[in-house]
């Protein structure tokens, strides 16, 4: 009898074990899509704010290039255009009629030498007169391919950088109309010529930044991926760490307020099977079974003075 008796108390147990195992995991999914929702959320702002930075970079970047080439392509276009005023005007006369001059063939050379000496990295540079009422469309007047000039037909965002007055342009698409792939950084400078006063030419250059792009991008990318691990983790032990508290929390409560109960009703109830019906039950004031247990203390009172009245009848 006490073999049988123990046994029905360990699958009673088990029972109760399972609940708690079952609570404890859809805790533990919970807080597992809690937190893998956050992994995302904060990884996608950690994402934003890496693509600020990496911006910023390239701003410096081109902000650098900029002022480096603005005193060059200055000096280049005063020593192109030191001409004299007899010569201003037929110089003017030749290029509003598209017709070459020595002077932009000099300045075709300056350009050409610049960039085959691999100056700043220089893929073109151009000298571009920007549209007017007088000059009609934007036209390249000097270049270091020589072949633009007059027959290049200026790309829209050129000339509406040289009307915004935009310093530079970060093409990342390239600049197709000269067959440059990859990333390209077009730098916008206003030139004023000595013989036309008021009257600004713009130097353009064009500098490849696929590989300072791509060299930027790799070293965030790096940092991306080690803070990402980083978070991943924290959050991974975060859930585990939560998930224990909580399980230990719950087995203890599970305890105190369902399985202690329980188990004492349990044990009144047998040794009232076992004849045993003068034995006091336990009621816990405010528990969650404080109306099972006064209900069985009730009826095992009635049960005493039912056997009592059914003894003294007799």
């Known amino acids: 009898m006490a073999e049988k008796k123990n046994t029905k108390g360990i699958r009673f147990r088990k029972k109760r074990s399972i609940i708690l195992y079952q609570i404890a995991?859809?805790?533990?999914?919970?807080?597992?899509?809690?937190?893998?929702a956050t992994?995302?959320?904060?990884?996608?702002?950690?994402?934003?704010?890496?693509?600020?930075?990496?911006?910023?970079?390239?701003?410096?970047?081109?902000?650098?290039?900029?002022?480096a080439?603005?005193?060059?392509?200055?000096?280049?276009?005063?020593?192109?255009?030191?001409?004299?005023?007899?010569?201003?005007?037929?110089?003017?006369?030749?290029?509003?009629?598209?017709k070459m001059t020595d002077v932009?063939?000099?300045?075709?050379?300056?350009?050409?030498?610049?960039?085959?000496?691999?100056?700043?990295?220089?893929?073109?540079?151009?000298?571009?007169?920007?549209?007017?009422?007088?000059?009609?469309?934007?036209?390249?007047?000097?270049?270091?391919?020589?072949?633009?000039?007059?027959?290049?037909?200026?790309?829209?965002?050129?000339?509406q950088a040289m009307q915004s007055e935009t310093p530079y342009l970060l093409r990342k698409e390239g600049v197709p109309e000269l067959g440059l792939e990859g990333a390209q950084l077009i730098i916008l400078q206003a030139q004023e010529i000595s013989f036309a006063p008021g009257f600004n030419l713009f130097v353009v250059s064009v500098v490849p930044m696929q590989e300072k792009i791509d060299s930027i991008n790799a070293y965030y990318n790096k940092e991306r991926g080690n803070v990402s691990?980083?978070?991943g983790l924290s959050v991974f032990l975060s859930i585990i760490a939560?998930?224990?508290?909580?399980?230990?929390?719950?087995?203890?409560?599970?305890?105190?307020?369902?399985?202690?109960?329980?188990?004492?009703?349990?044990?009144?109830a047998e040794e009232v099977m076992g004849g045993q019906i003068d034995v006091d039950v336990k009621v816990h004031e405010g528990g969650e079974f404080q109306g099972l247990e006064s209900v069985f203390k009730e009826m095992l009172d009635s049960l005493r003075n039912l056997v009592t009245r059914s003894t003294e009848n007799n």
Not at 46 to 57: C, F, G, V
Not at 70 to 85: C, D, K, Q, R
């Open 69 to 98: 080439l603005n005193y060059i392509t200055e000096a280049m276009v005063e020593s192109t255009f030191a001409i004299t005023e007899a010569n201003a005007q037929q110089i003017n006369s030749d290029i509003a009629q598209k």
């Open 25 to 36: 995991g859809l805790v533990a999914v919970v807080l597992l899509i809690s937190g893998v």
């Open 229 to 231: 691990l980083t978070m």
């Open 242 to 268: 939560v998930v224990i508290i909580i399980f230990f929390l719950l087995s203890y409560l599970i305890r105190k307020r369902i399985t202690q109960p329980i188990d004492e009703l349990s044990a009144t």
């Open 104 to 159: 932009q063939r000099a300045g075709d050379q300056v350009a050409k030498a610049m960039v085959d000496a691999g100056s700043f990295n220089l893929e073109n540079l151009s000298v571009i007169v920007p549209p007017t009422a007088f000059t009609g469309a934007a036209y390249v007047i000097v270049s270091s391919d020589e072949s633009l000039v007059y027959e290049w037909k200026v790309p829209d965002y050129i000339v």
């Open 39 to 67: 992994f995302f959320l904060i990884q996608k702002s950690e994402n934003r704010l890496i693509n600020k930075s990496i911006d910023k970079q390239i701003e410096a970047e081109a902000n650098n290039m900029v002022s």
